[in-house]
C-alpha cells in the first residue's frame, strides 16, 4: 500500500503545471561543451549559453550533435544532456520540478529531494525522487521512441499514456508508437 501511495503522490505533484510551488533557485549550466542554445519560447531568439548560466523556467535549451551539458539544481541533483537534444525548464518549484525532453538523451538525471518528472511528446513521462535515470527520446518520423532507465532508487514510475509501470534498476522500459510525437 505504501508504494501506492508514494506513486500517487509523485503523480500528483507531476501533475501540477505552471503553478508556482515556491521561489527556487534557477538551475544553473555546470559544465556545457558545443554551441548550446537558450531561448523564452519556441519564436525566441536563441542565446548562447556558456558556464553559470541559469536556466528559468520555460526556458528551451537546445544542443547541437556532439554538445553535452550539465545542469545543477539548488537541490544538489544534476542533470547530464547529450547533444544533439531539445528539452524545455517547463516547471521548478520548491518541491517538484518538471523537465520536457522534446528529443535527445538525458545520459544521467540525479535526482535528490525534489520530485522530479521528465515528459516526453510521445504521451509519457517517468517520475522520480531521490534516484537517478537516463531518459533517450528518439521523435523523428517512423522511429517513435522513448527508453526510461532507473540506474538507482526505488521511488521512479513510467506513465504510458495514463497507465503508470513501476521502473526498477536495470531494466530499461521503452515506449514505442507507431504515430508522429505531439507537442
Not at 521548478?92 to 515528459?119: M, P, S
Not at 534516484?131 to 521511488?155: H, M, Q, W
Amino acid at each position: 500500500m505504501k508504494k501506492l501511495s508514494v506513486a500517487a503522490t509523485l503523480l500528483a505533484l507531476i501533475a501540477v503545471s505552471g503553478n508556482a510551488l515556491g521561489a527556487v533557485p534557477s538551475p544553473k549550466v555546470k559544465a556545457v561543451s558545443g554551441d548550446a542554445t537558450s531561448r523564452v519560447s519556441e519564436e525566441g531568439a536563441p542565446k548562447p549559453l556558456n558556464e553559470g548560466d541559469p536556466l528559468l523556467e520555460g526556458d528551451i535549451v537546445d544542443l547541437p550533435e556532439g554538445g553535452s551539458m550539465t545542469v545543477e539544481f539548488h537541490d544538489g541533483s544534476e542533470m547530464e544532456v547529450i547533444g544533439p537534444a531539445r528539452f524545455k525548464m517547463q516547471l521548478l518549484a520548491d518541491n517538484a520540478r518538471t523537465i520536457q525532453l522534446h528529443y535527445g538523451e538525458i545520459a544521467r538525471f540525479e535526482v535528490k529531494d525534489v520530485t522530479t518528472g521528465i515528459t516526453t511528446p510521445l504521451d509519457s513521462f517517468v517520475a522520480l525522487w531521490n534516484g537517478t535515470v537516463s531518459v533517450k527520446v528518439d521523435a523523428t518520423p517512423g522511429k517513435n521512441r522513448a527508453v526510461f532507465n532507473l540506474i538507482d532508487g526505488e521511488n521512479a514510475k513510467v506513465v504510458d499514456g495514463r497507465t503508470p509501470h513501476p521502473l526498477t534498476p536495470g531494466t530499461p522500459h521503452t515506449i514505442l508508437r507507431d504515430r508522429a510525437p505531439t507537442g
